[in-house]
C-alpha cells in the first residue's frame, strides 16, 4: 500500500523547493497539481519536480468554480494549463480541479483531453494554517491504509496563512508515520494502473 502526498496550488518559489527538500530527505515522491500561470512563471520548478521523479499534473490555469465556466470556457482554461505544462516539459494525465467540484462539462473535457479526474482521502486543511499534527491526526484518520492526501505547496484563494511552512513541515512528519506502518510514500501512479483512481470526493459522472 502507499500514501500519495498531493500539493496543490503551485508552483511557488517561495515554498515548493522547500516541499520537495523535504520530500528528498524523506526519500519520497509526491505529486503536484499546479496552475498555469505560475508554471509560466516559474518552469524551473516544474522542471526540478519532474527530474527528482515527482508528478505534476493539471491543477488549473484559472482557480475558479467549474459551474461558473461554460464548456468553451473551461476547455480553453485547460488548454492554457496544459500548454504552460508542455513548455514546462510536463504532459499530466491526471486533473485535480479547483475545490473538488466538477460539472457535466469537467467530464467531458477530461474526457476530451485524456485526462483522468482525481480527489483525495485526506485533507489536511494545511491551507488555513493548520498545525502539521492536525494533519497527521486527519491523515491517520481518513487514510489508515494508505490513499491520497491534500495539502497546498501555494496560496491559492480563500488561504488564511502568510506562508506553506506548515506543509513543509507535515512532510517529514507524514513520512515517519507513513514508514511505521509500511505504506510507500509515492507518486500517483498512472491512471490506467491506479487502484485509487478518484477519491471521493470527485463525483462519480
Ligand atoms: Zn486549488
Do not use: K, Q, Y
Not at 33 to 60: C, K, N, Q, T
Not at 73 to 87: F, M, N, P, Q, S
Not at 162 to 186: H, K
Amino acid at each position: 500500500m502507499a500514501l500519495h502526498l498531493t500539493f496543490d496550488d503551485g508552483p511557488s518559489p517561495g515554498s515548493t523547493p522547500a516541499v520537495l527538500d523535504a520530500l528528498a530527505a524523506a526519500g519520497a515522491t509526491a505529486t503536484f497539481f499546479v496552475l498555469g500561470p505560475s508554471v509560466a512563471r516559474h518552469p524551473g520548478i516544474v522542471r526540478d519536480a519532474l527530474a527528482a521523479g515527482h508528478r505534476v499534473e493539471l491543477h488549473a490555469h484559472r482557480h475558479v468554480r467549474h459551474d461558473r465556466l461554460t464548456l468553451a470556457e473551461l476547455r480553453d482554461d485547460c488548454t492554457r494549463a496544459l500548454d504552460a505544462l508542455a513548455g514546462a516539459g510536463a504532459s499530466p494525465s491526471w486533473w485535480r480541479t479547483p475545490w473538488g467540484r466538477t460539472t457535466e462539462a469537467t467530464w467531458t473535457v477530461a474526457d476530451e483531453l485524456g485526462l483522468s479526474l482525481v480527489g483525495w482521502d485526506a485533507d489536511t486543511h494545511d491551507w488555513r494554517g493548520d498545525p502539521p499534527a492536525d494533519g497527521l491526526d486527519r491523515i491517520a484518520r481518513d487514510a489508515p491504509d494508505g490513499g491520497i492526501v491534500l495539502a497546498h505547496d501555494g496560496l491559492g484563494p480563500g488561504a488564511t496563512r502568510a506562508d506553506c511552512a506548515g506543509t513543509v513541515a507535515l512532510v517529514p512528519l507524514a513520512a515517519a508515520w507513513a514508514a511505521r506502518r509500511d505504506l510507500a510514500l509515492t507518486a500517483l501512479p498512472d491512471p490506467a494502473g491506479a487502484h485509487h483512481p478518484t477519491a471521493p470526493v470527485v463525483a462519480a459522472r
